[in-house]
């Protein structure tokens, strides 16, 4: 298998009136072309950064990291904004979207922005993918809902929808099932799973067992660093589910969690 | 807690708060000096009538024995007449008055020179009236020596037949009688033994006798006077002079128009900053409520900062308006006598008090929603609870063709057009304040323009120095003779030209009653061809007892088109058919023109007032007037618009720095706003901006999407203030125009000026000033999503 993400020694350090915090602390891994890769830690150990640091959307403090072969830390401001508007798909704790806009217009905004989808023929394909997704995601009822008008779990759908209409090569998700009730959060994990399954790399911060329970892999993170790497292996259904949070849980507490 | 508050809001919203400061500081700065400006050049214009002496009533006189015997024996007999005096001038064209061997400028051919008036009308230098002017000096009006290039101490030339007089300048004196540019009447004050020493060579058609009569009620004395027979060559009412310093109050008129745009402006700008100051403190505000402070002091700690904020201002509009009003009345300290007017502190005070308290009032309501949002909306940031709000409405999925950038720039401005109502009333307001006194300056520089002074549509307008010979008995004969002369000289030297003059005879016009005869000027084309009759209504008179008149004569005699009315002309009383009405700005706009079938008559008194040329060739017009020039230099040329502005004095010029500073100041105005607005924009939409940077939006893209939204409310302001300014043209020809006698002159817009340069120059700086603005969305975090509302 080829890597989709290789993080070699990656710090990322943080100087507040003249303090230095280290939030990552050499930090490396690699996450596999279709994988499923929860990262877990206790609060403030640096997760969402790690998150934010490999995905390009902040600039790491040394080390380096490969997106499916190219170096983000060589890659300039411009390229790196194509870069995460073609091949990356972001998902975000707060279903944060523009509030003038519908829900379609949400995720098609991406699409019609990316210069892969130029013209009013590619544009028409798009919006037909768009309507693809959101009736894959069981929203395709509030295509031309403004966003006040849905429920979270219906908002952070339409999320995962614009996350996926460039067709992304990887998918990285913080907390994305944080602020859903229980029902919500299972949808929406059924989505991820889902998705991943149809070959998309997905890599998402979760406190949840429950949701990283459902992932191939778990990376546990603590004060900065990588302290454990554990293979669940493909999730095939929830028959085994209970054994998989259960030996996770175990791990975990191994862990100190 | 309100010095706290007041320190915190200051220095949060800074680029806010200084816009508001300096926009309050310049309406403060224009209200104070406009105002203050207009009250003092009235009440100066009252100190000089009044420190003047003038007289109620004006006539001026040709010495011919019955005439001057007429108005003598009048004024000895008349009981109407509470003071009358009068005093001789000699009249000397101007070929006889050099400085340097050039012609010293006059506004009308000719310079009057008399003594020092003793009993009235008097003329002052350095704020003080001269009474004596001793051998060998001469005190000209400013308006003289600023055309003639003329200083103190400079000498000037004058010859009256075999007499040469060297005279020094030593007084520029202030002349409310006939200081202005706009009368067309200039003296020169000379002592008694230079003045004899001309005048007692002067041909007896240069000497000329003014009247000043002073009266308690003006009616008998008019009646008594038109059942006189006599030729005046000019003659007025004292109440007129005021008026000729009419440019003078336009200028302030226009900059109180400024300050209350300005003030809308400020308005506008405080409402959307008060709106937005409390939009970001809804949940302050709801925690103040929620503990029991009462929204009236909640109100008052949001007052406090804009009620600071327009102290300050109109502190400093108050201390800016005292330099600025100075330089206002700079140019006026030269033609006017001020007195003490200029003190007018209390009023620039009361004005500049007035912006606070006008700013008070706005922001008292502007802060309402503090009182009527309850505890919890306010803590849910202004949520009502409505979960349903239709927002855009155009949509993405079916705009294929447009770009994302522009899509979100077109549906943030459907999604809260009151965002953008003050760069809206900005604009708007700007490029109409712009483009009316433009479109008013277009009009009074337009070829056409010299319609509207009886002139015709001529080429070029000559004086040939022989004017003079043109009046009295066989001038008209000696004018035609000149005129036929002319046309074959200039043939020769290549350029073919047909020439007319217009003659001006002042005539008494009545419909009934001869005792209410009006004194009006007439004119009269010597030859076929030229009307001079702007916007006619009916026909331009062509049988010798046909005329056409003013509308407003026609307004003030209350008859038509097809009635018939008495007119005297020289000892002539005769009735004339009105073929028709038109407008002129001659006499402010009263008069009637004969046909030029009106046999010539050398007992009326009448004189030259414009020999105008038309050229057969009229694609060569410039090239032809400087050949003529170069052939005939003794000879004045002037263009039909040059010719009016040495008559009336450059109003275009006035109206055209009037215009500029306009400009400036709305260009000036919408930099402030724009950056305001951007800036606020901007930090409203910073979790937005952040959404879209971590979605792949390049910086580029973003700061286009703010740019596109600016430049196309920018754009919308622009169109609708350009069709306001349209719809206003009219209102602005009346105001600048009607009061000159033409208030339906067709405003000459220039396309190019109107409608590209300044929307574009506006639209520029709009853009200019976005992209300055919103550069700093660079350093929006992609990961500051949260502050998404």
């Keep these: 298998m080829t890597a989709a993400l290789e993080a070699k020694n990656v710090c990322k350090t943080y100087v507040v009136n003249k303090r230095q915090n280290n939030v990552l602390r050499n930090v490396s891994f690699d996450v596999e072309d279709g994988e499923l890769v929860a990262v877990m830690g206790p609060s403030g150990s640096g997760k969402t950064t790690l998150l934010y640091a490999v995905s390009g959307m902040d600039e790491v403090t040394s080390g380096s990291v490969g997106f499916y072969g190219q170096e983000l830390t060589q890659v300039r401001a411009k390229e790196m904004a194509t870069l995460r508007l073609d091949s990356m798909g972001f998902i975000f704790q707060q279903m944060y979207m523009l509030k003038n806009l519908t829900i379609a217009d949400n995720i098609l905004l991406p699409a019609f922005q990316s210069k892969k989808n130029r013209g009013t023929a590619k544009r028409r394909e798009k919006s037909a993918y768009a309507h693809e997704l959101m009736y894959r995601m069981g929203i395709a009822e509030l295509a031309r809902n403004d966003i006040t008008e849905v429920s979270g779990g219906q908002l952070q759908r339409a999320c995962i929808c614009r996350s996926l209409i460039n067709d992304p090569q990887m998918v990285f998700a913080d907390e994305p099932t944080g602020s859903l009730n229980k029902q919500a959060s299972n949808e929406v994990m059924d989505q991820i799973v889902t998705l991943n399954r149809a070959g998309t790399t997905v890599m998402l911060v979760t406190h949840d067992i429950r949701v990283a329970a459902k992932c191939d892999r778990v990376l546990y993170l603590i004060d900065g660093s990588i302290n454990g790497d554990l293979a669940l292996g493909k999730h095939e259904g929830d028959h085994t589910l209970k054994d998989r949070e259960r030996r996770l849980n175990n791990w975990l507490l191994d862990k100190g969690w | 807690m309100f010095l706290r508050v007041l320190k915190k809001d200051l220095l949060r919203k800074k680029t806010m708060n200084v816009v508001l400061l300096l926009l309050i500081a310049l309406s403060a700065t224009f209200a104070a000096s406009s105002v203050s400006n207009m009250v003092t050049v009235n009440n100066a214009l009252d100190y000089f009538a009044q420190e003047s002496n003038l007289a109620d009533y004006y006539l001026i006189l040709q010495q011919q024995e019955s005439d001057i015997g007429a108005i003598d024996d009048w004024m000895a007999s008349s009981d109407a007449i509470t003071n009358g005096r009068s005093q001789e001038y000699l009249l000397l064209t101007e070929e006889k008055v050099t400085h340097d061997g050039k012609e010293v400028w006059t506004n009308s051919g000719g310079l009057s020179f008399t003594t020092v008036p003793v009993d009235g009308d008097y003329v002052f230098a350095d704020d003080k009236r001269i009474e004596h002017i001793a051998p060998g000096e001469i005190a000209l009006s400013y308006s003289i020596c600023e055309h003639s290039g003329l200083e103190l101490g400079d000498t000037i030339t004058v010859t009256s037949g075999d007499t040469t007089c060297e005279l020094t300048v030593t007084y520029v004196m202030k002349d409310m009688l006939f200081g202005s540019d706009f009368i067309g009447f200039n003296r020169a004050i000379l002592s008694e033994t230079d003045y004899r020493a001309l005048a007692d060579e002067a041909e007896a058609g240069d000497l000329r006798t003014l009247y000043s009569l002073s009266t308690d009620d003006m009616s008998p004395l008019l009646q008594e006077k038109n059942a006189l027979s006599y030729a005046a060559v000019y003659e007025f009412e004292g109440s007129l002079l005021r008026s000729t310093f009419y440019m003078e109050i336009i200028t302030f008129s226009l900059l109180i128009i400024v300050a209350v745009v300005l003030m809308a402006i400020a308005f506008v700008l405080l409402h959307f900053a008060i709106s937005f100051t409390i939009q970001e403190d809804y949940r302050e505000i709801g925690i103040m409520k929620g503990i029991g402070v009462s929204a009236a002091a909640i109100k008052g700690l949001y007052a406090f900062k804009y009620v600071c904020i327009a102290v300050v201002g109109a502190g400093m509009g108050f201390l800016a308006s005292l330099p600025f009003s100075g330089i206002l009345l700079g140019p006026l300290n030269n033609t006017l006598l001020m007195g003490d007017a200029q003190q007018s502190f209390g009023l620039r005070i009361v004005c500049a008090l007035f912006v606070v308290l006008l700013i008070l009032a706005f922001v008292w309501l502007g802060t309402h929603k503090v009182q009527k949002l309850t505890a919890i909306q306010a803590i849910r940031g202004g949520a009502t609870g409505e979960r349903y709000v239709r927002k855009g409405l155009i949509h993405l ?63 070029v307008v000559i004086d040939n120095k022989r004017y003079d010979t043109y009046v009295g008995a066989g001038g008209l004969q000696r004018l035609e003779q000149d005129m036929q002369e002319m046309e074959e000289e200039f043939a020769q030297q290549g350029v073919a030209l047909t020439l007319d003059m217009r003659y001006q005879y002042n005539v008494k016009v009545y419909v009934d009653d001869p005792t209410t005869a009006r004194h009006i000027v007439a004119t009269h084309y010597m030859r076929e061809g030229e009307t001079g009759l702007a916007a006619l209504e009916g026909s331009a008179p062509h049988l010798g007892n046909e005329i056409a008149m003013t509308r407003m004569e026609m307004e003030v005699l209350g008859v038509e088109v097809g009635d018939r009315v008495q007119v005297v002309l020289g000892s002539t009383d005769r009735a004339y058919l009105i073929t028709g009405s038109y407008e002129n700005m001659i006499n402010l706009g009263l008069g009637l023109t004969f046909s030029t079938q009106l046999p010539p008559d050398s007992e009326a008194f009448g004189e030259p007032a414009g020999m105008t040329g038309t050229f057969v060739d009229r694609d060569a017009v410039p090239a032809q007037i400087e050949q003529l020039k170069e052939a005939y230099p003794s000879y004045t040329l002037w263009t039909a618009r040059e010719f009016i502005t040495s008559s009336i004095g450059d109003i275009y010029g006035t109206i055209t720095g009037v215009k500029n500073m306009i400009l400036v100041l709305v260009f000036g105005v919408n930099l402030l706003v724009v950056m305001l607005l951007s800036k606020t924009l901007l930090a409203r939409n910073r979790g937005e901006i952040a959404l879209l940077k971590s979605l792949g939006f390049a910086n580029g893209a973003l700061v286009r999407w703010q740019v596109t939204r600016m430049a196309l409310v920018a754009v919308a302001a622009l169109v609708v203030g350009l069709l306001l300014a349209s719809a206003l043209n009219p209102a602005m020809v009346r105001l600048t125009f009607g009061l000159m006698g033409a208030p339906n002159i067709p405003a000459v817009i220039e396309p190019l000026e109107t409608f590209v340069l300044y929307p574009a120059l506006l639209l520029a700086g709009t853009v200019v000033a976005v992209f300055l603005s919103v550069l700093s969305l660079r350093g929006v975090d992609k990961r500051a999503f949260d502050a998404i509302e």
Excluded: C, Q
């Excluded at chain 2, 943030?412 to 304040?433: E, K, M, P, Q």
């Design chain 2, 397 to 459: 999925a079916t705009s294929t063709r447009i770009s994302t950038v522009s899509f979100l720039a077109v549906n943030d401005i459907f999604s809260g057009l009151r965002n953008y109502l003050s760069l809206t009333v900005a604009l708007v307001l700007g490029i109409t304040l712009v483009v009316l006194p433009a479109n008013a300056a277009n009009t009074l520089k337009s070829d056409g323009l010299s319609e509207y002074f009886a002139l015709g549509t001529p080429d």
